[in-house]
């Protein structure tokens, strides 16, 4: 059967992984605007940096970083606010991934998700060495 | 040009596969809780089940079980009903995958899915041996 | 780190690429039916052709053609509209394929696409030799 590191934490952590590797790939949970408290901000932009923050917490467990991003879907509750904001958000993103993001990115609009203070729930693939 | 090896099944056969293998990861298509005569029951935790029950059949036909899932994306189309329901569900998946589930989890909330009667889509990538 | 193969093209270029391989595997950003002016056309029909047209594209970077794509999903905005063509979509799929396409997909009714003419967004994995 196939080796898999997994990476339990957060409120779920029964029910799913926030990381698995399997070989070289280390699939990720959907990761959501949290703070400490585990409330959300109103802003996306913020939002935005808390997810990554969490993205980064799951890949450090992995000995990895955000080079090792190869793809991210981004789900958010509302488009038009996100393209509003593009430019801030995309340059709070440059700043996390710390050069070009060298990563696919497909970014649709949902109904909702999980809570209905979220905003947008960022997914991610990273692959290792 | 790359192996695969497909499992084609249901009305959409002509159309694409339930499952694609490519070295030892098994990509799977989205799986709804449809019943044998193709209906889909009311409530979304008979849907999951049914969902999972299809999933597994795909598994089969590569040899794997839950076990194998690395990563799973479920799409609702009522995400308050179905955290309303989260305890339920997820016992019942619980149960599905006979241990504490070793895969990340993906949750958001569609506008809609391929029919109206439909609740809960799951789409999952499996890694073999 | 792990070595990545970017293609990068398009109004946003600077903030994530079109392709990115790694190993055997290219992540392809989700791809919509725009033509050359940037525009897209009523039909979803004419959307899909040409968000097809995008991924040939993109695969072309890799040396790939449709043949290498292993899982596609389909964030579409109006579902009824979809399956009602789904004859028509399907059969412009498969003259594109040039056969029975070989893939795995998932097929979701999203609430907004990143521009409000946007009808479909296809974003694949595909696997090369």
């Known amino acids: 059967m196939v080796k898999k590191k997994l990476f ?5 952590a029964d029910f799913f992984s ?3 590797q399997v070989g070289n790939t280390v699939y990720l949970s959907g ?3 949290t703070d400490e408290a585990g409330a959300a901000p109103a802003d996306i932009v913020e939002q935005m940096k808390l997810a990554y923050a969490h993205i980064q ?3 450090a467990e992995y000995g990895a970083t955000m ?11 509302d488009v038009g606010d996100c393209m509003a904001k593009v430019g801030e958000l995309f340059g709070a993103r440059q700043e ?9 990115q497909t970014l649709v609009g949902v109904a ?3 809570d209905p203070t979220y905003h947008i729930e960022i997914k991610c693939v990273a692959v290792l060495a």
Chains 1, 2, 3 share one sequence.
Not at 96 to 104: A, D, H, L, M, S
Request: hydrophobic share 40%.
């Open 8 to 12: 339990r934490s957060g409120p779920y």
């Open 18 to 20: 926030q990381g698995v």
């Open 31 to 33: 990761q959501v605007g």
């Open 57 to 59: 917490s799951v890949l």
């Open 67 to 77: 080079d090792n991003v190869v793809e991210e879907t981004w789900f958010v509750t």
């Open 96 to 104: 996390i991934y710390g050069k070009t993001p060298e990563v696919c």
């Open 112 to 114: 909702a998700l999980v």
